[in-house]
C-alpha cells in the first residue's frame, strides 16, 4: 500500500532557529514530491521535486530529494512568526493513478 | 482572478440530512478534486474529475456522490450526512490530470454533522 510518512508530527521553535521537516515514502513507480505549505485555510504550492540531489530553493526555505533511501527534507532558515503553518508533503506515483498521496503534515509553531 | 470558491464557508447537518458543497474555479483547468481533510490524516481525495465530462472516485468515496457540471463547476452531495463526515472539504483544481504542482485549492468548507 502506498503511504507518505512525515515527521515530526508537531514542532515547537524559537524565531530565528532553523528547523528541517522530514518526508518519507513508499509508493511504486515514483513521479515527483511536492512540498505545500497549509496556513489558516487552504493548502498552497512550494515545490515539486523530481530528480535526487537537485535542491529547490526559495528564499529562506528548501527542500531536497533522496530517491534511494525514499525521502525528502524541508529546511526553513531563520525562522519568523510567519512561518508558523501546516507543512505538507505529498508524492504522485504510477501506482496511485498519478493521485497524489499526502502525509498527515508537520504543524510547526514559530514563538517570537 | 477569484482562484477557486467554494461555498458555503461552514455548515452544521443533522445526521441524515443532505446537502451539496459547490466549487468554481476561473482558471481554465481541466481537473478537479474534492478533498476530506481530517486531524492526523492529512488530505484525503473524495472524487476527482480528470476532464469535463468524467469523474472517478478517489480514496474515500463511500457517502458522496460528484457532478463534473461544466469546465468551471465540480459540486460534491452528501445524500444522507453521518457524523464520520464530519470534515474540512477543500475543492482544487489543476491544468491536467496528475499536474500535482498545479493545485491549486479553495478556501475549504467546514462541515460539523450532529
Known amino acids: 500500500e502506498d503511504k507518505v510518512v512525515q515527521s515530526p508530527l508537531s514542532l515547537v521553535v524559537h524565531e530565528g532557529d532553523t528547523v528541517t521537516l522530514n518526508c518519507s515514502y513508499e509508493v511504486t513507480n515514483f513521479r515527483s514530491l511536492l512540498w505545500y505549505k497549509q496556513e489558516k485555510k487552504a493548502p498552497t504550492f512550494l515545490f515539486m521535486l523530481t530528480s535526487s540531489g537537485i535542491e529547490k530553493k526559495s528564499g529562506r526555505l528548501s527542500s531536497i530529494l533522496d530517491k534511494k533511501e525514499l525521502f525528502s527534507i524541508l529546511n526553513i532558515t531563520a525562522t519568523q512568526t510567519g512561518d508558523s503553518a501546516i507543512y505538507l508533503c505529498a508524492v504522485e506515483a504510477q501506482s496511485s493513478n498519478y493521485q497524489l498521496i499526502w502525509g498527515a503534515g508537520t504543524k510547526l509553531i514559530i514563538k517570537p | 482572478n477569484a482562484g477557486v470558491t467554494q461555498t458555503p464557508k461552514f455548515q452544521v447537518l443533522k445526521t441524515g440530512q443532505s446537502m451539496t458543497l459547490q466549487c468554481a474555479q476561473d482558471?481554465?483547468?481541466?481537473?478537479m478534486y474534492w478533498y476530506r481533510q481530517d486531524p492526523g490524516m492529512g488530505l484525503r481525495l473524495i472524487y476527482y474529475?480528470?476532464?469535463?465530462?468524467t469523474t472517478d472516485k478517489g480514496e474515500v468515496p463511500n457517502g458522496y456522490n460528484v457532478s463534473r457540471l461544466n469546465k468551471r463547476e465540480f459540486s460534491l452531495r452528501l445524500e444522507s450526512a453521518a457524523p464520520s463526515q464530519t470534515s474540512v472539504y477543500f475543492c482544487?483544481?489543476?491544468?491536467?490530470w496528475g499536474a500535482g504542482e498545479t493545485q491549486y485549492f479553495g478556501p475549504g468548507t467546514r462541515l460539523l454533522v450532529l
Open positions: 474529475s480528470a476532464s469535463e465530462g
Open positions: 482544487a483544481s489543476s491544468e491536467w
Open positions: 482558471m481554465n483547468h481541466n481537473s
